[in-house]
């Protein structure tokens, strides 16, 4: 007789627990009475031998005792373990609460031979206050004739080594075959306490206070039946673990469908298929059929295949993959299967919408272990999936978005009621439609006028390029020096041959800096001259205070000199900021004004696109006065931006100087929300040539000179038609009477650009004497506007 004790775990309880198989006894002298019964002889020739064992009827508090007298235990026993239901009944003997179990079924004891050695019982729904509770509830049972119901069902868990998974089982007590008395220390119970107690489940010291620990005495055993419920666990877990949401929960999705399927073997995985372009759209987990997002279906699937799954709609099994390869001349999907060591697979397809539906792979590598009658099992799962699904999509979407809110682009306040319409829009169609899908329609601006500007940091890639120069430069004279004197003290060849490839690569630096030169020559200091400089260090304390002045010099990320480079970025930063900053402040009173698309961008200095039209506001009505009131704003605001970097330059590290232009555009055009960019873009062919001219415009030259039509100090009109000359002549008057601009005002062609044309610039210098103290009054602003119309 197999005996399982708990004794190396100690667990506090108000019961002190003593074996006692007296109900046997009186079974067995209950049956001898009735001279007629079957089993009159048996129990008498039962009695007459096991009464020479008083120890088992009067009971025993050392459990060791269940092994002294395993044998007549065992054999007393069976009279109430029937042999006809040995082999089909899950049932022991066991002392509750502590588990201690023994004479185990047959079909038990071939249980316990797969879970390995010292298999032990995990309870999986109670923890220790609960059980001391339970406990409670025994004694007022059986003591105080309270009718109480904690009788929670126990769930076990026990591995099966055989077939790598964790059977769960629920036990159902007899409750039988023992009783419950109070010891001395036992407290009274009140109906009071009793009141007490049932209100306050949760009070464990209430309840160890009313029964202190062992208070109580059990007397006797009881017996278990053990239900195998692992299907039923397991197909439970799989729908709980799909509605879950974290990562983690796939992997235990996984052990679920295993224990479901009654194996370790199995793999899962699922795809998003778009049946308009014959893409997959996304991939989870093993996903090892449609593993590219092009595949051609017609060759890849064999036509049983591909007419289930994708026409039909209905689950595939392919059980032996081996036999499958034969019928279909080892095609791409057997080739993808046999490669990965899958032997059998079910393939689920999975409505989504009428363009997109999942495909659930569910793999083996045993043949058979998969097939079109264990797969059955998912029916009741099927639609939890497609939930969980759906769910995965969304939240892939979701946080993809996220990111790009986050990181890349929001919605500009001027055009946020569009989305918002659009969205409301959407869910509402959902609504009337019972959910069927729709989708969101493009969102297009028409009719809309753009305007375009930047200040760039005049020749700033020469300018970084000459600051990294002279980082470089110091750094190798440096060098050069420690080396130089340590080749004066030591005269080693190797110093020489050093100072050489130093002054090689100085000369080198000095001509001009190419692409590489920083990198090779890190390389060269790292691995030639810095192991000198550590053995320098070592021996000579003059040429260590040497090393270490030219360490501290040294940036600890970059591991070069970062001196002049610094203070080129740093002024770039700077003067960034401050530009940035005035923009957006101003943008406040021009969306005041009328509110139109407004949208910035850092570079080497800061450009920004403005788009203005009736299709762009709701509750206003456009006029184009209100386009003439944004294109003299935009001028005075670039003067105000050009005396802002004036101003710094004196007070950055690195002086800088920017060259502004303003591009007009009067033909109005389109612009497209792109939802897979998350940005605004021109719509149409044609008008894509007002992106070509945004592009290249800050690099054009002045027809038939090499001059550059940007430059510092001065503004730069890009136009077209000569309808924009007069209007930005009128402007340029206005601001000159303002002291924003100087008298000169140049009429200049420019140098045809790659596809564009036809382009003219009227280009006028700043006044950066004027302290702008006499500001331009908002009916001025409007007067102005007005002489033009």
Same mark, same amino acid.
């Given at each position: 007789?197999?005996?399982?004790?708990?004794l190396?775990?100690?667990?506090?309880?108000?019961?002190?627990?003593?074996?006692?198989?007296?109900?046997?006894?009186?079974?067995?002298?209950?049956?001898?009475?009735?001279?007629?019964?079957?089993?009159?002889?048996?129990?008498?020739?039962?009695?007459?031998?096991?009464n020479?064992?008083?120890?088992?009827?009067?009971?025993?508090?050392?459990?060791n005792?269940?092994?002294?007298?395993?044998?007549?235990?065992?054999?007393?026993?069976?009279?109430?373990?029937?042999?006809?239901?040995?082999?089909?009944?899950?049932?022991?003997?066991?002392?509750?609460?502590?588990?201690?179990?023994?004479?185990?079924?047959?079909?038990?004891?071939?249980?316990?031979?797969?879970?390995?050695?010292?298999?032990?019982?995990?309870?999986?729904?109670?923890?220790?206050?609960?059980?001391?509770?339970?406990?409670?509830?025994?004694?007022?049972?059986?003591?105080?004739?309270?009718?109480?119901?904690?009788?929670?069902?126990?769930y076990?868990?026990?591995?099966?080594q055989?077939?790598?998974?964790?059977?769960?089982?629920?036990?159902?007590?007899?409750?039988?075959?023992f009783?419950?008395?109070?010891?001395?220390?036992?407290?009274?119970?009140?109906?009071?306490?009793?009141?007490?107690?049932?209100?306050?489940?949760?009070?464990?010291?209430l309840?160890?206070?009313?029964?202190?620990?062992?208070?109580y005495?059990?007397?006797?055993?009881?017996?278990?039946?053990?239900?195998?419920?692992?299907?039923?666990?397991?197909?439970s877990?799989?729908?709980?673990?799909?509605?879950?949401?974290?990562?983690?929960?796939?992997?235990?999705?996984?052990?679920?469908?295993?224990?479901?399927?009654?194996?370790?073997?199995?793999?899962?995985?699922?795809?998003?298929?778009?049946?308009?372009?014959?893409?997959?759209?996304?991939?989870?987990?093993s996903?090892?059929?449609?593993?590219?997002?092009?595949?051609?279906?017609?060759?890849f699937?064999?036509?049983e295949?591909?007419?289930?799954?994708?026409?039909?709609?209905?689950?595939?099994?392919?059980?032996?993959?081996?036999?499958?390869?034969?019928?279909?001349?080892k095609?791409?999907?057997?080739?993808?299967?046999?490669?990965?060591?899958?032997?059998?697979?079910?393939?689920?397809?999975?409505?989504?919408?009428?363009?997109?539906?999942?495909?659930?792979?569910?793999?083996?590598?045993?043949?058979?272990?998969?097939n079109?009658?264990?797969?059955?099992?998912?029916?009741?799962?099927?639609?939890?999936?497609k939930?969980?699904?759906?769910?995965?999509?969304?939240?892939?979407e979701?946080?993809?978005?996220?990111?790009?809110?986050?990181?890349?682009t929001?919605?500009?306040?001027?055009?946020?009621?569009?989305?918002?319409?659009?969205?409301?829009?959407f869910?509402?169609?959902?609504?009337?439609?019972?959910?069927?899908?729709?989708?969101?329609?493009?969102?297009?601006?028409?009719?809309?006028?753009?305007?375009?500007?930047?200040?760039?940091?005049?020749?700033?890639s020469?300018?970084?390029?000459?600051?990294?120069?002279?980082?470089?430069?110091?750094?190798?004279?440096?060098?050069?020096?420690?080396?130089?004197?340590?080749?004066?003290k030591?005269?080693?060849?190797?110093?020489?041959?050093?100072?050489?490839?130093?002054?090689?690569?100085?000369e080198?630096?000095?001509?001009?800096?190419?692409?590489?030169?920083?990198?090779?020559?890190?390389?060269f200091?790292?691995?030639?001259i810095?192991?000198v400089?550590?053995h320098?260090?070592?021996?000579?304390?003059?040429?260590?205070?040497?090393?270490?002045?030219y360490?501290?010099?040294?940036?600890?990320?970059?591991?070069?000199?970062?001196?002049?480079?610094?203070?080129?970025?740093?002024?770039?930063?700077?003067?960034?900021?401050?530009?940035?900053?005035?923009?957006?402040?101003?943008?406040?009173?021009?969306?005041?004004?009328?509110?139109?698309?407004?949208?910035?961008?850092?570079?080497?200095?800061?450009?920004?696109?403005?788009?203005?039209?009736?299709?762009?506001v709701? #509750?206003?009505t *456009? +006029?184009?006065?209100?386009?003439?009131?944004?294109? $003299?704003?935009?001028? /005075?605001?670039?003067? %105000? =931006?050009?005396?802002?970097?004036?101003?710094?330059?004196?007070?950055?590290?690195?002086?800088?100087?920017?060259?502004?232009?303003?591009l007009?555009?009067?033909?109005?055009?389109?612009?497209?929300?792109?939802?897979?960019?998350?940005?605004?873009?021109?719509?149409?062919?044609?008008?894509?040539?007002?992106?070509?001219?945004k592009?290249?415009?800050?690099?054009?030259?002045?027809?038939?000179?090499?001059?550059?039509?940007?430059?510092?100090?001065?503004?730069?009109?890009?136009?077209?038609? #000569?309808?924009d *000359? +007069?209007?930005?002549?009128?402007?340029?008057?206005? $601001?000159?009477?303002? /002291?924003?601009?100087? %008298? =000169?005002?140049?009429?200049?062609?420019?140098?045809?650009?790659?596809?564009?044309?036809?382009?003219?610039?009227?280009r006028?210098?700043?006044?950066?004497?004027?302290?702008?103290?006499?500001?331009i009054?908002?009916?001025?602003?409007?007067?102005?506007?007005?002489?033009?119309?």
């Open positions: 007789m197999r005996v399982f004790t708990n190396t775990k100690k667990t506090e309880l108000p019961l002190k627990f003593k074996i006692s198989f007296e109900p046997v006894y009186e079974y067995l002298e209950n049956i001898v009475k009735d001279k007629d019964h079957y089993l009159h002889s048996t129990a008498k020739s039962l009695l007459e031998k096991y020479k064992y008083p120890i088992l009827r009067d009971g025993f508090y050392d459990f005792y269940l092994e002294k007298y395993n044998t007549e235990i065992d054999e007393l026993l069976n009279v109430i373990f029937p042999k006809p239901l040995q082999n089909n009944e899950i049932k022991a003997v066991t002392i509750p609460l502590i588990f201690t179990t023994f004479k185990l079924s047959n079909k038990f004891e071939k249980i316990f031979e797969n879970a390995g050695d010292n298999p032990e019982f995990k309870l999986h729904n109670f923890d220790q206050d609960n059980l001391y509770i339970l406990a409670c509830t025994l004694i007022l049972i059986h003591n105080y004739n309270v009718d109480i119901d904690f009788s929670r069902p126990f076990f868990e026990i591995p099966d055989k077939r790598g998974i964790t059977c769960h089982y629920r036990i159902v007590s007899s409750g039988g075959f009783k419950v008395k109070p010891l001395k220390n036992a407290v009274p119970i009140t109906n009071d306490d009793i009141h007490l107690l049932i209100d306050n489940f949760h009070n464990i010291d309840w160890k206070e009313k029964f202190p620990p062992e208070s005495e059990f007397i006797g055993f009881d017996i278990v039946n053990l239900f195998d419920i692992t299907s039923d666990h397991a197909l877990k799989v729908k709980e673990n799909l509605l879950k949401k974290d990562e983690k929960t796939f992997d235990s999705l996984e052990q679920s469908i295993s224990n479901l399927f009654g194996t370790s073997n199995i793999k899962f995985g699922f795809s998003g298929f778009n049946l308009n372009n014959e893409r997959v759209i996304f991939k989870y987990r996903a090892v059929i449609l593993n590219t997002s092009d595949f051609d279906k017609e060759n699937f064999c036509k295949v591909a007419t289930k799954v994708f026409e039909k709609k209905e689950i595939i099994a392919i059980s032996n993959v081996d036999t499958y390869g034969i019928q279909t001349k095609n791409g999907l057997y080739q993808v299967l046999k490669k990965q060591g899958i032997q059998s697979i079910v393939l689920i397809p999975i409505n989504l919408n009428n363009d997109i539906f999942g495909v659930l792979e569910l793999s083996s590598k045993n043949k058979y272990e998969l079109s009658v264990n797969v059955q099992k998912l029916e009741d799962v099927i639609s939890v999936f939930i969980a699904i759906q769910r995965y999509i969304e939240e892939f979701a946080n993809i978005e996220s990111v790009i809110q986050e990181n890349y929001s919605l500009h306040p001027s055009v946020k009621w569009k989305f918002y319409e659009k969205a409301q829009e869910i509402l169609n959902m609504e009337f439609n019972n959910n069927e899908t729709t989708s969101l329609k493009d969102i297009v601006f028409e009719n809309v006028i753009p305007l375009f500007g930047e200040c760039d940091i005049k020749g700033s020469t300018a970084r390029n000459q600051a990294i120069q002279e980082d470089l430069i110091k750094q190798l004279s440096l060098a050069w020096s420690i080396i130089t004197k340590a080749n004066k030591y005269k080693l060849p190797i110093y020489e041959d050093l100072i050489f490839r130093i002054n090689e690569s100085l080198n630096i000095k001509k001009s800096l190419n692409s590489g030169d920083e990198n090779s020559i890190t390389h200091l790292n691995k030639e810095y192991p400089f550590n320098l260090k070592k021996i000579d304390k003059d040429l260590s205070d040497d090393i270490d002045n360490m501290m010099q040294i940036d600890e990320n970059l591991h070069v000199i970062y001196d002049k480079r610094k203070k080129f970025e740093d002024s770039v930063t700077i003067l960034n900021d401050k530009l940035s900053k005035f923009i957006d402040y101003k943008q406040i009173e021009a969306q005041e004004m009328f509110p139109h698309y407004f949208e910035r961008y850092k570079t080497d200095g800061v450009d920004y696109n403005m788009y203005i039209g009736q299709s762009l709701k #509750n206003c *456009y +006029d184009t006065v209100y386009l003439s009131n944004l294109r $003299l704003w935009q001028l /005075k605001m670039t003067c %105000e =931006l050009e005396n802002i970097a004036r101003n710094l330059k004196s007070s950055i590290p690195y002086p800088l100087d920017i060259a502004s232009l303003i007009v555009h009067s033909n109005p055009l389109s612009i497209r929300f792109r939802m897979d960019e998350k940005k605004f873009d021109v719509d149409g062919a044609y008008n894509i040539r007002y992106e070509i001219i592009k290249r415009i800050d690099k054009a030259l002045i027809k038939n000179t090499n001059e550059r039509l940007t430059q510092p100090g001065k503004i730069a009109i890009v136009y077209s038609n #000569n309808n *000359y +007069d209007e930005y002549m009128k402007y340029i008057k206005y $601001l000159q009477s303002k /002291k924003y601009l100087l %008298e =000169l005002v140049e009429d200049l062609e420019i140098e045809d650009l790659q596809g564009v044309s036809g382009l003219k610039a009227l006028v210098s700043v006044n950066y004497n004027n302290t702008h103290k006499n500001k009054a908002i009916d001025e602003f409007n007067e102005i506007i007005k002489s033009e119309n």
